[in-house]
Every structure is written in C-alpha cells, then in structure tokens.
Nanobody, 124 residues
Framework: QVQLVESGGGLVQAGGSLRLSCAAS????????MGWFRQAPGKEREFVAA????????YYADSVKGRFTISRDNAKNTVYLQMSSLKPEDTAVYYC?????????????????WGQGLQVTVSS
C-alpha cells in the first residue's frame, strides 16, 4: 500500500512558477514509477508527466514539454513537478500517482495509487 500526499499548489500569475511535491509512504517507493496528472473543470483527467523508478526515464505531455520538469528523490520518498512559464490553461487539480510496474506511462489506468489532488490556478 502506498499513500501519496501532494503539496505546493496555489494561485500564481501567468508566466510564474510553482513546484509541486508528492510525498509517499511505504518502503517500496523507489520501485514505483510516478506520474502527475491534471483535471480541469468539465474535462477528463490528463497526463502531465511521468518518471521511471530510477529517475532515468522521463515523459511529458506535449502541452508542458519544455516548461515542466519531473524529478524524484528516492531517499526522501518524494516526487516533484517544477512548473515554469505557467499559462491560464494549466489551471487544474493536479494529482500524483504511483505505478507499480516501474517504467512510467501516459496511461492513467496503469497507476495503482493516487493522491487527493491539489488546486493550481494560473491567473491571466
């Protein structure tokens, strides 16, 4: 069982930056791939970024490539999402998720555990 708790969301102006963190419980964190997804009002939850268990593999949605960076610190059981050059269309509830397969995926159905989500609002 893995429990995930996100932090770092909030309100930011367009062009600004935020760093989201996701702290995981459990001794097996380092074997899980981790992902970030987001869901805007009236829309489906969509993939944002993922990182493999080792951190060597990273994957991004085209809409955030070059602006967002995913990373992980297995010693701290934490995954991060550094968001820069934020746009109003980045406004959503952001979720972190854990995939026991370890390789990382854009497919949300592959993820076994989810955090509660946190709001990110980008004002224009």
């Amino acid at each position: 069982q893995v429990q995930l708790v996100e932090s770092g969301g909030g309100l930011v102006q367009a062009g600004g930056s935020l760093r989201l963190s996701c702290a995981a419980s459990g001794r097996t964190f380092s074997s899980y791939a981790m992902g970030w997804f987001r869901q805007a009002p009236g829309k489906e939850r969509e993939f944002v970024a993922a990182v493999s268990w080792s951190g060597a593999g990273t994957y991004y949605a085209d809409s955030v490539k070059g602006r967002f960076t995913i990373s992980r610190d297995n010693a701290k059981n934490t995954v991060y999402l550094q968001m820069s050059s934020l746009k109003p269309e980045d406004t959503a509830v952001y979720y972190c998720a854990a995939d026991a397969r370890g390789s990382g995926s854009r497919d949300r159905t592959r993820y076994d555990y989810w955090g509660q989500g946190l709001q990110v609002t980008v004002s224009s």
